[in-house]
Every structure is written in C-alpha cells, then in structure tokens.
C-alpha cells in the first residue's frame, strides 16, 4: 500500500481479513489547510509515564476521586493514582475493554467491545446491562455515558468490523455506527443510526445534550436531549483536520478529544469514487503496508465549538493517542497501542 494511504491510519493491531466490501460513497469536505493548525496549536509535551500494568489502555478517565481508571487487552480494568503510580486491578471483563464512565455509587460503567454495555460493583462483580440492540447482538459498543437519573447513553462504533480490522470501517465507509438510549428499566432505544464510525461521547454539565465523535465522519455534533430542538442532530465541530476518538468533559469545562490520526489526502479522494480501488487496497498483503510515522495529538474544544488547545508532535514519544482526560490542570492521554498513560505538561 502506498505511504500516502497509511500516513494517519494506525496499524499496529491492523491483521489481513480478505473481504470483498461494500463501499459507500461520501464526498469529504476539503481538509483543511496546514493540517488545521492554528494559534491554538501547540507541542504535545510528555511530562510523566504511569505504567498500566498491561496493554492496549484504549481509554482513560479521572474517578470522582481523582485516580485513573484504564481497560486493557486480556479485559482488566485498572485503578492509577497519578501522584505514586500506584495500580489495582479492580475487575475483568472477560472481553476487551474500551470506553469507561466512573459511577457515582463507586461502580464503574463501561463498553466492552465483545460483551456489551456492563457495569463493574466494587467486589469485581461484572453485571451485563446492554448485549442486545436491535435484535441483533451488540458488538464494538464504544463510549458511554451516565445521565443523573441512571439513563445510560453509548456509541456503537461499526456493525461490520471489529476492532483488530476497524480500518476495514475507514475503507468501506459502512455508516453502520450508532447511539444508544439504555433507560432505567433497561429498554434500549436507537437514537441515531447510520453514523461514520461513531466513537467518543460526552454527556453537556446541564443534561440537555449530549456531543458525540464520528471517526470516519471527522467530525464532533451535538444530540438535543431536552428542549424545543429534543431529538435533532446539529454541528459543534466538523471537518476537523483529523480523526477524532474518545472524548471526556474537563473540570476546565472544556470538551477534550483524543485525535487518533490526521486526515489522509488519498482515503478522501477515494471515498467519493467506486469502491472497487478500495477493496483491492483493504486486501494487499501486509508487507506491502509501511508503517505510519508516529503521530500523538490531543484537542480541547469550548462548548461553541471553539478549539482551545490542539497538541501534537511526531517525535516518537508516544502515538496514535485514542483517549485524554483532564481534572484541575492534569492532562493524561492514552492509546490503545501503547503500555503505558502519559501526564501532559502544557506550555506556559
């Protein structure tokens, strides 16, 4: 595959799964200039490395007291304290881990891309609160969040892929993402379908909305929750100049969005074309695949929609950052192809 096609699409959990696709077409508005840099950009800096005790950290979050919870490959879910360093393993899945969301009753809420929407208690007991949507089982479940009277809210990333060949998603443009309603008595209600790749989300510090991420959309949207516009869909931040992940809401009140990769010039052109050229792509072998250069970038949004902070570097200190959180000035980040969560130090 040619450099062009690689640079900003991660391959490190990237395995050959020959497939014929069935490609949709979507004309990609123009990236933007210069990679989208701003006066809000600035180095992505690494200040410290908490060792997880594992691998594959896809996200992390802040608990309400201020320790860090990550899931790794092998389904452990872990507790940090970033002062010490010091971890615990608070439960297993006995699948693979991806979003996370602290419960106030000291549970924890997560998506687990084999087994659903569960729910870990404080004895490691794993409760399953969503396998099915749809009536089809639920498979690549992303992101979650919790409202305050206990409905439950997550992304469902792809229908057709799972997360070893998720760049099969990027190729075929499959839509097949969702958003989910998981009301108290445990009825599950599809909110919004046909989705790119629906990826991080947030729920607004009112509740009247929730923001979302579309991967493959590169773009971040609002979902009215309450008032007169309850159900409809409007823009907070598109045509980014990369791929957004996960996203988590910061003490700061600010919306931070992990951006697992920039866009790449030679996917958009395709996209719009017959999806022929794609498959015979997704399927070369995989020595004809060029790793990417390493990219970590993180961004920080108001709730407008204006970028407040946009960090990134290719100096190989970290890549392909899938997660960030922030809490009273600590900004960590995460990635599913790497061991270990970095602290961030931003520039006076």
Same mark, same amino acid.
Not at 202 to 217: K, N, Q, R
């Given at each position: !595959? +040619?450099? %062009?096609?690689?640079?900003?699409?991660?391959?490190? $959990? $990237?395995? #050959?799964?020959?497939?014929?696709?069935?490609?949709?077409?979507?004309? +990609?508005?123009?990236?933007?200039?210069?990679?989208?840099?701003?006066?809000?950009?600035?180095?992505?800096?690494?200040?410290?490395?908490?060792?997880?005790?594992?691998?594959?950290?896809? &996200? /992390?979050?802040?608990?309400?007291?201020?320790?860090?919870?990550?899931?790794?490959?092998?389904?452990? =879910?872990?507790?940090?304290?970033?002062?010490?360093?010091?971890?615990? =393993?608070? @439960?297993?899945?006995?699948?693979?881990?991806?979003?996370?969301?602290?419960?106030?009753?000291?549970?924890?809420? *997560?998506?687990?891309?084999?087994?659903?929407?569960?729910?870990?208690? %404080?004895? @490691?007991?794993?409760?399953?609160?969503?396998? #099915?949507?749809?009536?089809?089982?639920?498979?690549?479940?992303?992101? =979650?969040?919790?409202?305050?009277?206990?409905?439950?809210?997550?992304?469902?990333?792809?229908?057709?892929?799972?997360?070893?060949?998720?760049?099969?998603?990027?190729?075929?443009?499959?839509?097949?993402?969702?958003?989910?309603?998981?009301?108290?008595?445990?009825?599950?209600?599809?909110?919004?379908?046909?989705?790119?790749?629906?990826? @991080?989300?947030?729920?607004?510090?009112?509740?009247?909305?929730?923001? $979302?991420?579309?991967?493959?959309?590169?773009?971040?949207?609002?979902?009215?929750?309450?008032?007169?516009? %309850?159900?409809?869909?409007? +823009? *907070?931040?598109?045509?980014?100049?990369?791929?957004?992940?996960? !996203?988590?809401?910061?003490?700061?009140?600010?919306?931070?969005?992990?951006?697992?990769?920039?866009?790449?010039?030679?996917?958009?052109? *395709? *996209?719009?074309?017959? @999806?022929?050229?794609?498959?015979?792509?997704?399927?070369?072998?995989?020595?004809?695949?060029?790793?990417?250069?390493?990219?970590?970038?993180?961004?920080?949004?108001?709730?407008?929609?204006?970028?407040?902070?946009?960090?990134?570097?290719?100096?190989?200190?970290?890549?392909?950052?899938?997660?960030?959180?922030?809490?009273?000035?600590?900004? /960590?980040?995460?990635?599913?192809?790497?061991? &270990?969560? =970095?602290?961030?130090?931003?520039?006076?």
């Amino acid at each position: !595959m +040619p450099n %062009a096609l690689r640079s900003g699409l991660h391959t490190k $959990f $990237f395995k #050959v799964s020959r497939r014929l696709l069935s490609p949709r077409c979507w004309n +990609p508005p123009k990236a933007p200039a210069q990679g989208g840099r701003t006066e809000a950009t600035s180095t992505f800096k690494v200040s410290r490395r908490l060792p997880t005790g594992g691998r594959g950290p896809e &996200d /992390v979050v802040f608990d309400h007291d201020g320790r860090l919870l990550v899931g790794l490959e092998g389904g452990d =879910v872990v507790r940090i304290d970033p002062d010490t360093g010091d971890r615990i =393993v608070v @439960g297993n899945t006995g699948g693979r881990p991806l979003g996370l969301e602290p419960g106030g009753d000291g549970t924890i809420l *997560l998506c687990d891309h084999d087994r659903g929407v569960l729910r870990i208690h %404080a004895d @490691g007991l794993v409760e399953i609160l969503v396998d #099915v949507v749809a009536g089809a089982p639920l498979r690549f479940a992303s992101n =979650v969040v919790e409202g305050r009277d206990g409905t439950i809210f997550f992304t469902v990333s792809t229908r057709r892929w799972d997360i070893e060949n998720y760049l099969g998603d990027f190729f075929e443009h499959s839509c097949t993402g969702m958003l989910a309603r998981r009301d108290p008595d445990g009825t599950v209600t599809v909110l919004l379908d046909d989705l790119k790749f629906a990826n @991080g989300l947030v729920i607004a510090p009112d509740a009247t909305h929730l923001l $979302f991420a579309e991967s493959a959309g590169y773009r971040l949207s609002r979902y009215w929750l309450s008032g007169p516009s %309850a159900g409809t869909v409007e +823009p *907070l931040a598109h045509n980014l100049p990369g791929i957004p992940d996960n !996203m988590s809401l910061g003490s700061d009140g600010r919306v931070w969005v992990a951006i697992a990769g920039p866009r790449n010039a030679l996917l958009d052109w *395709l *996209l719009p074309r017959p @999806g022929v050229v794609r498959t015979l792509l997704w399927n070369l072998p995989e020595f004809l695949r060029p790793q990417a250069a390493p990219l970590a970038w993180v961004m920080a949004f108001d709730l407008d929609g204006t970028c407040v902070y946009d960090l990134r570097t290719n100096d190989g200190s970290y890549a392909f950052v899938t997660s960030v959180a922030e809490r009273y000035g600590t900004i /960590v980040a995460a990635s599913l192809g790497e061991t &270990d969560v =970095v602290v961030l130090k931003l520039d006076a």
